[in-house]
C-alpha cells in the first residue's frame, strides 16, 4: 500500500512548488493568433527532511477551460504558482494520519503567492481569494493535527524539480503523481546547496509504460535536487 512507502511516522518534511504559464494553440487548430489561449501546469514536491528522501511528487495541468475555449480567468503564472500550493498542502491534508509529520516547511519561489497566503499582501479577484482561504484552512487543519506548516523563500534557481514538473504538465497536458518507493538515499548537509539528493531521478516511474517519460527525467535530472531555502519570510 501507499503508506507503507512513507517511511515511519513522524519527523519533519519539507515540500516545494511551482507553477508556470504559456500560450498554446487550441488542439486541431492551425494555431492562428486566434486560437491561441493561455494553460499552465503546476508541479509538487514533499519529501523527508532527516533522510533526504522524496516521498511524494505530482503535477496537474492547468487548460484554458473544461470546453478548450478562451477562459475569463486566464491562466497565468500566479495562478499556476497559487495552485500548486493549493495541491501541495491538499496532499499534505491527506497523508497527515498517516505519517504523523511534527512539521513541514514549504519552499517556493512566488513571493506573491506566500505573502498572500501570510496575509501580508492584498487578494482582490474572488477567484483567487476563495484558493488562498482553502490554502490557509489546510494549514489549519494540519495544524490541528499537531503538524506546523512554514512557508519560505526561495530562489528559482533551487526550485528546479517542480518547474520542471510544471513545464512537464503542460507539455503532456496532463495531470499525475506518484508514491517514491522508501529507498536510502545519499545523505547531504541541510546547509548544502545540493540539498536533497537521491541516487537516481525519482519520477522516472510515475508514467509507467508511456514511452519517453523515463528518458525525458534523466536528462533533466529533475528531482536530484532539493536545495534548502535562502530566506526565510
Known sequence: NWFKRLGPPGGTYLGR??????????????????????????????????????????????PPSADGAPSTLPVTNNVAERRALCLLVHQLVILQPTMQAHSVTIFGDSELIIYQVLGQYQVTDTTAQAEIKTIQEHMATLKAHSCSVSLRWQSRVHNGGPDDLAALAMHRRASSHRFQEAAAPRRSSRHSTSGFRTPHPTLSAMEEGRHGFEELWQEKGALGQMAPATRAL
Not at 514536491?45 to 496537474?60: C, H, K, P, Q, Y
Open 17 to 62: 512548488f511551482d507553477g508556470g504559464a504559456e500560450q498554446t494553440k487550441k488542439q486541431g487548430t492551425s494555431g492562428a493568433t486566434q486560437d491561441r489561449y493561455m494553460h499552465g501546469g503546476a508541479g509538487m514536491v514533499l519529501g523527508r527532511e532527516e533522510d533526504g528522501s522524496i516521498v511524494w511528487s505530482g503535477f496537474a495541468y492547468l
